[in-house]
T-cell receptor, first 115, second 114 residues
């Protein structure tokens, strides 16, 4: 099976712009989670989607949003970009997302640089 | 609140030496615990996980970890390190409320000397 894919891999934006990142989960996986990784804050959970519904959300401002499509692909959007949004954004997928100990498989990430 | 602590930010070992990376967690119930590895410019790869049963867990690439409830620890070990093991290692705990929310430690960067 192909792994989790994320596009684009690298992105440069300026403050105030918005950005959309895309994630395609492993075939058959219905749960998609997003994480932000920065040197200062480490890995932080953004949100999780299952069957087009957001089931869980981390402690991020409303500028961060996401959605999931019927084919389980997911997008996340960041509006009004700030310098502090520069990070590696990781997507992970799993079959159901609610089974004890279920493994999440991570994509390679999208590296966003905000200037 | 749930949390994960990895006390060592950087560790350097010689190739062939043994390795132990420390992880302590704070969690009210029986946790499920993970170790992931991240190579430069890459995503996270699962090394092993624990959620019940035998407290000594075997993983990929020769790694193992031991769950010790009394010490709230889940340390990662490898008997003989290879140069290709140089990477960053993250311990994580599955969060209360589930739905794939993982809480990660700050990570331990491993350097391997030839």
């Amino acid at each position: 099976k192909a792994g989790v894919t994320q596009t684009p891999r690298y992105l440069i934006k300026t403050r105030g712009q918005q950005v959309t990142l895309s994630c395609s989960p492993i075939s058959g996986h219905r749960s998609v989670s997003w994480y932000q990784q920065t040197p200062g804050q480490g890995l932080q959970f953004l949100f999780e989607y299952f069957s087009e519904t957001q089931r869980n959300k981390g402690n991020f401002p409303g500028r961060f949003s996401g959605r999931q499509f019927s084919n389980s692909r997911s997008e996340m959007n960041v509006s009004t970009l700030e310098l502090g949004d520069s990070a590696l954004y990781l997507c992970a997928s799993s079959p159901r997302g609610d089974a004890v100990g279920e493994t999440q498989y991570f994509g390679p990430g999208t590296r966003l640089l905000v200037l | 609140a749930q949390s994960v602590t990895q006390p060592d930010i950087h560790i350097t070992v010689s190739e062939g030496a043994s390795l132990e990376l420390r992880c302590n967690y704070s969690y009210g119930a029986t946790p499920y615990l993970f170790w992931y590895v991240q190579s430069p410019g890459q995503g996270l790869q699962l090394l092993l996980k624990y959620f019940s049963g035998d407290t000594l867990v075997q993983g990929i690439k020769g790694f193992e970890a031991e769950f010790k409830r009394s010490q709230s620890s889940f340390n990662l070990r490898k008997p003989s390190v290879h140069w290709s093991d140089a990477a960053e290692y993250f311990c994580a705990v599955g969060a209360v409320g589930g739905y794939n929310k993982l809480i990660f430690g700050a990570g331990t960067r491993l350097a391997v000397h030839p």
